[in-house]
């Protein structure tokens, strides 16, 4: 029997397939495809929790709630906004990221749920980078391919979803998940020497380390079918790629600059917007220039608009010390219930750990990717707001309660899994 929740799974699962292509499909008058699914995702989980005339809420988890301050923080920036109509827009768009955490939130309670969307989005980023291949195939210019998105945000989601696959490929009950899984790295790989992404080489060769981590957990069959896999596919790349395809050596070349880049470069020039990024902050430093408003910020110091390029310096300048500590809240909220579980937690780590860095050499801190995988990681172990879930709902029919103090936030004892709940 399909149940509602089961319609509410496979519609969310849809929406986190267009995450990683994101703002690619663009229709007009319209917005994203994304946003689109997304609106659709958010009217059926609704009314998924409709049950006996009334709408039954899961109780709300510590890091929904640091989400909301941070959407409320944000749109109150408005105020004092060096430029309001852009603070307000801000706002709006992190409204309907918060609509997404909360969907996940409400429907991924259980880890084949959770599993579910995991999958939808790697295979989304296999979408991306098929699509990529497809414009390298009949460019003429192919320098930093990226499927017509950014090439930065396009290489660095693609890394993301190296340890979300790999741990899908260690939990597989069947070849064919398996190798779906297990080959997704060297995909990744592809798309970051397309896009000639130096923040995406970085972040990648972290969410890489999954796999010497973890190679172990798998049979000695499988390990040495992967070993040699990835083994023929470095070498074959290595040695044939070069010659095969000589639109690729732009791309090489840029990428091996990353090195020496880091040891005394500019970054491409993203000190020197850092720098002016720094002055902006401390003009103020505790409330920020308003939500969104960080280019505006720095166009007096550098003579025009820039974006940020890194997500904790966009933050901190457009929001704020106030508004950085809550977004720093939102990994440490999800890194706590990670570090409260024995499941899963050094792949899950290994993500945040990638999180953390691509957002670096990015401003990432507004994309749906960013907001997926931290929503997706705290629904692995959420922190209820009360322990007494069941007395909740038996109290309220809205399945909410009042908060009580922080140490009600501790989650009940370990278990593989939570339940569903109604």
């Known amino acids: 029997m399909v149940t509602a929740r089961t319609v509410a799974t496979w519609v969310l699962a849809l929406f986190v397939f267009s995450i990683p292509y994101e703002n690619g499909v663009v229709l007009q008058g319209v917005g994203s495809v994304a946003r689109l699914i997304g609106f659709a995702a958010i009217a059926v989980v609704v009314m998924s929790t409709y049950d006996r005339g009334m709408l039954r809420f899961r109780v709300p988890s510590l890091f929904l709630v640091v989400a909301v301050a941070y959407m409320v923080w944000s749109a109150m920036s408005v105020f004092w906004s060096i430029v309001p109509n852009v603070s307000l827009g801000e706002g709006a768009s992190l409204l309907q990221l918060v609509a997404m955490v ?4 409400q429907v991924a309670q259980t880890e084949r749920q959770r599993d579910l969307l995991a999958q939808a ?5 296999y979408f991306t980078i098929v699509l990529a291949l497809s414009e390298f195939a009949r460019a003429t210019d192919t320098f930093r391919i990226s499927a017509g ?16 696959a790999w741990g899908l490929a260690l939990r597989a009950k069947h070849q064919a998940a398996f190798w779906l899984n297990a080959l997704y790295p060297a995909f990744a ?8 992404s130096r923040g995406g080489l970085i972040t990648m060769l972290v969410a890489l380390t999954i796999i010497p981590l973890t190679l172990p957990r798998l049979g000695i069959g499988k390990r040495m079918a992967v070993v040699v896999a990835m083994g023929l596919f470095v070498v074959g790349s290595a040695m ?3 010659r095969a395809f000589p639109g690729l050596e732009q791309n090489i070349v840029r990428l091996k600059e990353t090195t020496a880049e880091l040891d005394g470069g500019t970054f491409t020039g993203r000190t020197t917007i850092w720098a002016a990024g720094m002055d902006a902050f401390w003009s103020s430093p505790l409330v920020g220039v308003g939500a969104g408003s960080f280019r505006y910020a720095v166009e007096e110091r550098l003579g025009l608009r820039r974006a940020a390029h890194n997500a904790y310096l966009s933050v901190a300048v457009a929001s704020g ?7 720093l809240s939102l990994i440490a909220t999800a890194t706590l219930g990670v570090l409260m579980t024995r499941a899963r937690r050094l792949e899950l780590l290994v993500l945040i750990a990638t999180l953390f ?10 994309t749906k990717s960013v ?4 929503s997706w990681i705290a629904a692995t172990r959420p922190l209820l707001l009360t322990p007494l879930e069941a007395s909740a709902r038996s109290r309220s029919p809205m399945h909410v309660s009042t908060p009580g103090p922080l140490a009600h936030a501790l989650p009940r004892p370990q278990r593989h899994d939570l339940a569903e709940e109604t």
């Open 189 to 196: 790989i592809v798309a970051v020497v397309l896009s000639a």
């Open 149 to 164: 998105i950014n090439p930065n945000w396009f290489a660095i989601a693609c890394a993301f979803g190296i340890p979300i």
């Open 371 to 374: 907001w997926f995988l931290l």
């Open 102 to 105: 909360w969907m996940i939130h």
């Open 240 to 242: 044939y790629a070069p």
């Open 121 to 125: 989005f790697v295979v989304g980023a």
């Open 321 to 327: 010390l106030i508004g950085l500590l809550l977004f």
């Open 357 to 366: 860095v691509g957002m670096i050499p990015a401003n990432l801190e507004g």
